[in-house]
């Protein structure tokens, strides 16, 4: 049963991204500016929403596991996996928006990449999230989990600042094409439909390959507790 | 609070009084730096003042990771940390310390650094240059309070002094811009750094009191 939801969940899943590139590609217009490639913000966006998305799972799953650690160890257990998933989730779609990025980029304003704001925050948001992995990857042993839980809240507060300080130091990417100023924005309906199904296909994949990366990481703490167990039993 | 704060700080005064360990290859490794960048480019005239700022943050920046993974990694030794954990006294007492004592050295280093720095990039401050008595004390205290912190997440991995670099590079970034962006400022004298000083000032407040309300669950972490 569970299994027939995964495969079943999986196929709706593709079929909302085939549907979504349609969309994209086929259905939405012209953009009246930028023509043509203007349609990559039917991924770029959608990458970054599920990646910032992913990024404050992460960062709830760090709290979480510091406020249960002593009280509730299998709760904080839950929490680290959620922390661990969503921060190489996130990094995975925050790599898919900062490739799609300078993509754009280069035919929009002539130049791969520039030290704007935003551009600049995301890079230092995914350095830090790359360095919460290896961090994870070298601290061995059974205190890597609250080192993580550390780093994962500090890498969190880091970001408002970095953005702050990068505002003021200068600004290039355009402004936001939801909520941005007037005359801005996506009018055609056929815009707004195509990026609504984006948006569903990307979280709805992001989602799924979130909860299988928790499924891996509770698994794998399972097994490590066995081990242990095991090697406890041996001694005595 | 005080006493023990006092207690640590003497003792690792005294530790380098008597080795000189972090501050003297602290201070050849800034001077490398800055000889390293001279040479990689060339600094001649207004160019050597733009640049100059993010030479000294750079500079100061690899320099006190070298001294910052030996704070911790002395206390490893004869398992001096493990006495400090059964201490009856708060982690953060033991951590404050650290910080202020390391952030002795870095300025140390910064004002026998100064001269040579001013000499080599023949550099005349064309700002107020008093403010740059509040730029480097606050830019040293974000690198210093976060460094000391994260060196002591680190110190039980496999590799350490890998990781130290690692992990405090990317979350020191806005403290660093903020810095390189002030001195330039101060020492072009063509904008005024009041925001960045703010900006150093918030991010040394924000960072400061998590790590002194975290140091304990890293300390104690096992």
Redesign the interface.
Known sequence: MKKLGIGLYAVVTVALMIWGFYQAIYVAPDDALQGYIFRIIYYHVPSFAAAFTFFSVSFLGSIAFLSFRRSRPEWAQIADAWALAGAEVGVVFCSVGLTTGPLWGRRAWGIWWTWDARLTTTLVLWLIYVSYLLMRRFAAGPQVQTLAAVLGIFGALDVPIVYMANRWWRTQHPAPVFGGAEGSGMKDPAMLAAFGWNMLAWFAWGIFVLILRFNVERKHQQYAEEEAQEALAANI | MIGAVWTHLVKDLRIEWRSKEAINSMLFFALLVVVLFSLAFDPRGAFSREIAGGVLSVATMFASVSALNQAWAREIRHQVLDAQRMAPTAGSDLFLAKVLANFLFVTIVQIALAPVFLVMYNLQVQGKAWQLALVLPLATWALVA?GTF?AA??I????RE??LP??L???F??AL??MV?ATKDILTGESDPT??IK?LA??DI??TT?SLL?FD??FH??
Do not use: H
């Not at chain 2, 039980?156 to 590799?159: A, I, K, T």
């Open positions: 976060n994260f997440l680190s039980r991995s496999r590799n890998l990781l690692l992990i590079f990317p979350i970034m806005p811009l903020a962006v925001l960045w900006l918030g991010y924000i960072f998590v975290l669950v890293v972490a096992e």
